[in-house]
Nanobody, 114 residues
Framework: QVQFVESGGGLVQPGGSLRLSCAASGNILAFNAMSWFRQAPGQQRELVAIVTSGGTRNYADSVKGRFTISRDNAENTVYLQMNSLKPEDTAVYFC????????WGQGTQVTVSS
């Protein structure tokens, strides 16, 4: 069973940037698509971005134009570059398949605050 370790979160001011990483314990090429999710306190987990093995990307409207998802199949790692961060981006960020079919990692906390 593939496991994920997310990292790269932290405290950043509004307008700042962070780059999140998700290291998988197995071969992510086994999965056509990989995704980033986030969960804010008291809210349901939401899908933020998807990247397919062919490089097609899709984003939630709330992050479109600000976030960029990418994957390094050789390193079994998925990234999320987050620019122009807003307080409403504050959440714990996770990676998984788009269906959330694998075991969830611990996530990485992103806090956007002045």
């Amino acid at each position: 069973q593939v496991q994920f370790v997310e990292s790269g979160g932290g405290l950043v001011q509004p307008g700042g940037s962070l780059r999140l990483s998700c290291a998988a314990s197995g071969n992510i090429l086994a999965f056509n698509a990989m995704s980033w999710f986030r969960q804010a306190p008291g809210q349901q987990r939401e899908l933020v971005a998807i990247v397919t093995s062919g490089g097609t990307r899709n984003y939630a409207d709330s992050v479109k134009g600000r976030f960029t998802i990418s994957r390094d199949n050789a390193e079994n790692t998925v990234y999320l570059q987050m620019n122009s961060l807003k307080p409403e981006d504050t959440a714990v960020y996770f990676c998984n398949t788009p269906a959330g079919s694998l075991v969830w990692g611990q996530g990485t906390q992103v806090t956007v605050s002045s």
